[in-house]
């Protein structure tokens, strides 16, 4: 957590990159495992002498890969009780840390996080990991990496953002940091309401009713800017941030059932 005194200071940064170490440490949180590495495990290169982790979790005769990125402050290792509430849809269920977290080598950044998955899906699809239908999910921090996939990559199936941000700018200004001078090819870069807008790819977007650290207002705004012809606002009552998996009458994972059920097919 960020120290309650930095958060009275207002930071001014007259920016000509967006991605200063400065921003990345309002932005990152990293946390590191002190699990073993088992069969699931992989450790990636996505860089001279930097690996990042993901968390295989395979199930037999399987068509779908959901490929997840994780948010804030979690690892990979969190997801392992989770896991088989997605692999109930009858798709794998592959989770990817950022640079710093679980075993991941490096220091994150949001620049080398969207770097990185792109690295991160080459790597699965070339080595036959994914399979046909593929699903990129992101939550929360995690929204830039799927929405930064499913930009580049137009085979990609469909895409899910759980609990995302539209603008990175508005998410660190709450937290003391003023930022000026965007530039435009920065804006295009990290503001996911803007690159959003060249998803093509069915899309579900899921936000809690009371996230008080991201508004609801963004999920409206990424829902409105998103180009795709299959799309979806599910705005979940009753739920915040880190307990949308919670929503009452198990709507969270209702949401994604009739979603997948709509776009595997």
Known sequence: MINAVILLITTIIN????????????????????????????????????????????????????????????????????????????????????????????????????????????????????????????????SASAIELCVRFPEITCCIIESGYADPIPLVERRGLRITNVTVEENALFNNSEKIRSVKCPILI??????????????????????????KLSILEGVGHNDIMMARDNAYFSCLSSFFSQVFR
């Open 206 to 231: 899921m936000h809690g009713e009371v996230d008080s650290l991201i508004s609801p207002e963004e999920a409206k705004l990424n829902y409105k800017n998103a180009s795709s012809i299959h799309k």
């Open 15 to 142: 920016s000509q990159d967006m991605d200063l170490n400065i921003l990345s440490s309002f932005l990152f949180h990293p946390r590191k495992s002190n699990q073993e590495m088992d069969k699931k495990d992989l450790q990636i290169d996505v860089e001279d002498s930097v690996q990042v982790g993901a968390r295989l979790h395979l199930i037999d005769q399987s068509a779908s890969t959901i490929l997840f990125f994780h948010g804030n402050g979690e690892i990979v290792s969190d997801y392992n009780g989770l896991a088989e509430h997605f692999t109930r849809f009858g798709c794998e269920f592959i989770v990817c840390d950022f640079r710093g977290y679980g075993r991941s080598e490096g220091v994150p950044t949001l620049k080398s996080s969207l770097i990185d998955a792109s690295t991160i899906y080459s790597y699965l699809r070339d080595n036959n990991i994914l399979k046909k239908n593929v699903c990129v999910m992101g939550r929360s921090l995690g």
